[in-house]
Nanobody, 116 residues
Framework: QVQLVESGGGSVQAGGSLRLSCTMS????????IAWFRQAPGKEREFVAR??????YYADSVKGRFTISRDSAKNTVYLQMNSLKPEDTAVYYC???????????WGQGTQVTVSS
């Protein structure tokens, strides 16, 4: 089992920045892939970014604005979000898993609200 706890959400104006954190515990070695997803009201959950040994990958909608990184010593993955837009408003979820199933484990989510 892997436990994930997100933090760092909040409210910000358009153009601002936030950094989300996902702290992992448990059998973290079994889940080398960490990803961020988000879900806006009335919409389906969508992929945002992932990180694994081969590198990072981003959704087109956040490429160039968001950066995913990992501090293995702290068992924490970060999502630095810059140049935020109102359409980035959503609950952001951290997920952990394998390349075959990246969403095996989920965190509880953290709200990000971007006002215009």
């Amino acid at each position: 089992q892997v436990q994930l706890v997100e933090s760092g959400g909040g409210s910000v104006q358009a153009g601002g920045s936030l950094r989300l954190s996902c702290t992992m515990s448990g059998r973290t070695f079994s889940s080398p892939v960490i990803a961020w997803f988000r879900q806006a009201p009335g919409k389906e959950r969508e992929f945002v970014a992932r990180i694994m040994w081969s590198g990072e990958y981003y959704a087109d909608s956040v490429k160039g604005r968001f950066t995913i990184s990992r501090d293995s010593a702290k068992n924490t993955v970060y999502l630095q979000m810059n140049s935020l837009k109102p359409e980035d408003t959503a609950v952001y979820y951290c997920a952990a898993g394998t390349p075959m199933r990246v969403d095996e484990y989920w965190g509880q989510g953290t709200q990000v609200t971007v006002s215009s």
